[in-house]
């Protein structure tokens, strides 16, 4: 059984920093492209960034410059460094992974940015 654990999120105040890290198991495939989504409340749920195997990352229009997403040695961890944070970044972050039998999702980390 795909599990995929987040940590990392919390309370910061704007132009702060949070690292989200995410630990993919129990798949029998490799782990290839895995990703980052947000979803604030209200709003539907949007890609962050994303990240190949190769370590070819892909960023959303407004997280490019502030946010950087990375894999770890094992493969099967990936982690998304926020800096500059702002208010609109308000949200819960959830990791994801394609694999053969669909769309993984971990079971998000809320993310706060206020003063």
């Known amino acids: 059984q795909v599990q995929l654990v987040e940590s990392g999120g919390g309370l910061v105040h704007p132009g702060g920093s949070l690292r989200l890290s995410c630990a993919a198991s129990?798949?029998?495939?490799?782990?290839?492209?895995m990703g980052w989504y947000r979803q604030a409340p209200g709003r539907q749920r949007e890609l962050v960034a994303v990240?190949?195997?190769?370590?070819?990352?892909n960023y959303e229009d407004s997280v490019k410059g502030r946010f950087t997403i990375s894999r770890g040695n094992a493969r099967n961890t990936v982690s998304l460094q926020m800096n500059s944070l702002k208010p609109e970044d308000k949200a819960v972050y959830y990791c994801?992974?394609?694999?053969?039998?669909?769309?993984?999702w971990g079971q998000g980390t809320e993310v706060t940015v206020s003063s």
């Open positions: 994801t992974v394609v694999l053969p039998g669909g769309r993984y």
């Open positions: 129990g798949s029998k495939f490799s782990f290839n492209t």
């Open positions: 990240i190949t195997s190769a370590g070819s990352p």
